[in-house]
Structure formats: structure tokens, C-alpha cells
């Protein structure tokens, strides 16, 4: 039987503040493993809990601060212990120096506060480069994407597009995942193969927040891939971890590896690890996978002014969407894969067995 949200909401307050016996807290924490869209609830709800708590002491603080100043006679206090207007000058001739560096020490203090809650959003922005590339002004050769393209007009337009990312497969029968700044503003959109193959496609379910757009391919040429080699991680991975990456910066695939340098991404961001590994613009959409071949995230970003320093939206969030997209806009079912087939393979056949089910995106 379904809980209603307040019973779930319930049921989560009960799991927080420790009231559930041992049976229902096994139960309770072997639902959050096995459901990320869980689990996410729960990690937001103890978010807002925590948020409002902090509310309700401030307010309290601020309560008992105004009852003590109510009951100071200020004017008698001022007379107290105010100093001669000489005795100012003298301390800050003598004082100013250190006043100086302790207002520096205060005001990094302040940014930093600042910073870590999110408060220069708007501005530290600028220092997060989104990777998709502009391709429309690029002198590039059309060989693969114009072979045979007059018995086989599906193939794409002849044009190189305006933008370009990377995508990857989430299903054998032609649903793919990019970054929504990849697609964003698209007239049309078209995803190429290793192979030089272009095939329409269309946005079924896009996901700003997380920076997240679902597609599916609709050119009739499309034949369903074989199964595929990977799977989706549902849990965190660890700082230090081995991970790689595939994507287009360039016209074919191009191989990137490092490691998961944090677990949040620039100024704390929950939703993405921060990788030390190389990338450029088109790497946008790409996959990033640990050493067993599971997909960890997606490659959306990285730091403007520190080398090696990438962002990745987590997988955890992938799957949050793809549960969200709405089941009257599927042509098809999505059935993600359970099966991971790259472990214990080699870096190079587990790249062969990836080439098929990465994709160029083209923006028009």
C-alpha cells in the first residue's frame, strides 16, 4: 500500500530524531539505499529541518537580546564608559595598524561565511565554465556526417550546428542523457555516433536545476543498440576514487582520466563531485565512470582558473530525473540496464565496448 506524503514526511521525522525501533530503522535505511529518489527526500527534508531549526534559535537569540537591551539604561551606560574624544585619538594612533589587519581577518571571515551558504551565487557563477562548444564558426571536415547523405537524408543536415556536447546512452532503444546547457535554446537537436552517424532527436524531458535534458532519437534510420555495458550508481563514490571520462571536444572521442578530488562540487554544491580531470568545451554531457565501469555522473562544468578542476553532476540525479519524466511523453519504455559488463575488463577494451553508446550532440 502507498503512504501518503504525510505519512512518508512522517515517517522520515520518526527515522531523524531516532524514534523507530531496530526493525523499522533497517527497513527504513534499506529503502534509501535501494531508492535514490528516497533517499534525496529524506537528505532534503533533514536539510529543512536542520534550516528551521537554525531559524527558530535565532529568533530565540534575538528575543532574549531584545529583553536585555530593554532593561539597560543606555544613556547611563554611554555616560559611563565613553571615553574622551582625546583619549580616541590617542588609542588610534597608537592602535590603527592592528585595527587594520583584525577588520581584514574579520571581513575574509565574513566572505567565507558568505560563500559557503551560497550568498555570491549569482557572481561565483562566472568562475564554473560550462563546457559546450561553439561549433558553427569551426572549419571542420564533414566527411563522416555527409557520406551517402543524398540516399540518406536522415543522416542529419550538412551544416556543423551551432553548439556541440556529448551524450550518452540511458536506454538500448534511443534515449540518451546531456547537460540542459548542451541543448538549451535548440531549434532542433541531432546526436552522431562513433561511426559519423547523425540521427534526429527531440527533448522529452529537460531538468534546469540539475542541468539535466533526457532525449530521445526519432530518426527512422535508428536501429535499438545492444544492451548496455553499464549501470547507474546509486551510492556516493570517495574522495580519491579513480574515475574517467569520454566525450567530444574534438570530432571524435576523446579519453580523460583522474580522480574524485572532493564529494561537493564549486562552493559546496551537493549535487556535483569535483573531479581533477581533463576536460574542454564539448566534454559537457559526457559520462563519468569509476574503475568497475558505473556511471557516477555527468560531466557538466569545470573551474576557470584552476587546472584540473571539473565538476560532475552526480548519478544520484540522473536518476532522479529520469523518474520524474512523464510516462504519456515515452514513446517507448525506458528500461535502464542493472547489468554492468566493463568490470574487470581493461581500460582499452572497456573503451571499445563504450564508443557505441556515447554520442556527439548538435545543436541547430
Known amino acids: 500500500m502507498m503512504k501518503s506524503d504525510i505519512e512518508l514526511t512522517n515517517e522520515i521525522d520518526s527515522y531523524l530524531r531516532g524514534e523507530l525501533n531496530e526493525s523499522e530503522r533497517i527497513d527504513f535505511e534499506n529503502k534509501r539505499l535501494n531508492d ?7 537528505v532534503e527534508h533533514h536539510n529543512l529541518v536542520n534550516h528551521l531549526s537554525d531559524y527558530a534559535n535565532r529568533l530565540n537569540l534575538a528575543s532574549e537580546m531584545n529583553v536585555i537591551h530593554e532593561s539597560l539604561d543606555i544613556f547611563a551606560l554611554k555616560n559611563e564608559v565613553a571615553p574622551d574624544a582625546h583619549i580616541i ?27 559557503s551558504t551560497g550568498y555570491f551565487s549569482k557572481s561565483i557563477s562566472t568562475n564554473v565554465s560550462l563546457l559546450r562548444r561553439e561549433i558553427n564558426s569551426i572549419k571542420k571536415s564533414q566527411n563522416a556526417l555527409i557520406k551517402n547523405i543524398n540516399d540518406k537524408p536522415s543522416k542529419g543536415p550538412v551544416n556543423p550546428g551551432q553548439f556541440g556536447g556529448t551524450g550518452f546512452a540511458i536506454s538500448s532503444n534511443g534515449y540518451v542523457v546531456t547537460n540542459y546547457h548542451v541543448v538549451q535554446g535548440a531549434d532542433s537537436v541531432y546526436v552522431q555516433n562513433s561511426n559519423g552517424e547523425a540521427f534526429k532527436a527531440k527533448m522529452i524531458y529537460i531538468d534546469p536545476a540539475y542541468d539535466l535534458a533526457v532525449l530521445q532519437i526519432t530518426d527512422p534510420s535508428f536501429k535499438d543498440l545492444q544492451v548496455l555495458p553499464y549501470s547507474f550508481k546509486k551510492t556516493a563514490s570517495d574522495v580519491g576514487e579513480d574515475v574517467f571520462t569520454i566525450g567530444f571536444p574534438r570530432d571524435d572521442q576523446v579519453y580523460g582520466k583522474g580522480y574524485v ?12 563531485y569535483q573531479v581533477s580531470i581533463p576536460v574542454n568545451p564539448g566534454n559537457s554531457g559526457g559520462p563519468l565512470l569509476d574503475n568497475l565501469g558505473n556511471v557516477i555522473g555527468i560531466i557538466n562544468g569545470k573551474q576557470t582558473m584552476v587546472d584540473g578542476a571539473a565538476f560532475a553532476i552526480k548519478s544520484t540525479y540522473i536518476l532522479k530525473s ?3 519524466i512523464p510516462q504519456d511523453s515515452l514513446d517507448e519504455k525506458l528500461i535502464l540496464s542493472k547489468r554492468n559488463n566493463l568490470s574487470g575488463l581493461s581500460r582499452k577494451d572497456q573503451f571499445k565496448k563504450l564508443e557505441p553508446f556515447i554520442y556527439m550532440v548538435k545543436v541547430y
Do not use: C, M
Not at 535514490?36 to 529524506?42: G, L, Y
Not at 585619538?89 to 561565511?113: D, E, F, M, P, Q
Not at 578530488?261 to 556535483?272: E, F, H, L, M, P
Open 89 to 115: 585619538k590617542r588609542l588610534w594612533k597608537k592602535y590603527r595598524i592592528n585595527t587594520a589587519i583584525a577588520a581584514s581577518v574579520a571581513l575574509i571571515a565574513v566572505s567565507g561565511t558568505l560563500l
Open 261 to 272: 578530488s572532493s564529494k561537493n562540487g564549486y562552493a559546496g554544491d551537493t549535487v556535483a
Open 322 to 324: 529520469i523518474q520524474a
Open 36 to 42: 535514490p529518489a528516497f533517499d534525496i527526500r529524506v
